[in-house]
């Protein structure tokens, strides 16, 4: 790798040490290296260190103690307006690519990666603006709140349920309004739907299943 050494600091989460090995021989002469062998030793570290960040987080999916995804869609904060971060794992299903993505993933490679393609991958990461601003995520008002942090699907599924007649909408409403595709797993939307439900929980609405592939935003305030 090119660059020279100097303040840069990645951060890896994987529990592997073999990997663990391999990214110690490919980085250490270039960046100084904070390992993570766990979810819960990098969640407590992140949690505790606001002020501390790195210029890139390399996470594996699949933890000795749970997974990244659980992190990245379903805390309060996520990373996408932290820092830049790409996943290496070693699944390499379609459902995980596209969540890590609209989570703000800048790359998703599947093991085993070429070491070459990484080297140039994180080359390219680190010479660019020294801290990557990633896009503000537009927020949503809903009944005068203010709903940010999410994710682009979920942007425009809480819209549609807002424009929409007492504020419900079915299957064929999402898959002509904000998939523009009748192609989509049935798995997508629950998933998006299931993330929604739970960034609108703390704001005290729901989102209700009306069977028959229909649902209902309502408010659960009490």
């Known amino acids: 790798m090119s660059l020279e050494k100097d303040n840069n600091i990645i951060w890896i989460l994987e529990s592997d040490r073999g990997q663990q090995l391999k990214y110690q021989q490919l980085l250490e002469d270039v960046c100084l290296i904070r390992f993570f062998d766990s979810l819960e030793e990098f969640k407590n570290f992140f949690n505790g260190n606001r002020s501390e960040s790195p210029y890139l987080l390399i996470a594996e999916l699949n933890l000795s103690d749970g997974s990244f995804l659980n992190f990245l869609t379903l805390e309060e904060k996520g990373l996408q307006r932290s820092f830049p971060f790409i996943i290496v794992t070693g699944q390499d299903e379609i459902e995980n690519i596209r969540l890590c993505y609209e989570e ?52 425009q599924l809480l819209s549609l349920f807002i424009t929409s007649n007492e504020r419900k909408i079915n299957r064929t409403d999402i898959l002509d309004k904000v998939w523009d595709s009748n192609n989509v797993h049935p798995k997508t939307i629950d998933v998006h739907l299931y993330n929604l439900r739970r960034k609108l929980d703390p704001f005290g609405y729901i989102i209700r299943s009306e069977g028959g592939g229909a649902w209902s935003l309502i408010s659960n305030k009490k």
């Open 104 to 155: 703000g993933a800048l790359d998703y490679l599947v093991k085993p990666v070429n070491r070459n393609e990484l080297t140039y991958k994180i080359e390219l990461i680190l010479k660019s603006d020294r801290r990557i601003k990633r896009k503000i995520r537009p927020s949503v008002r809903l009944d005068g709140l203010e709903i940010a942090g999410l994710t682009s699907k979920q942007t």
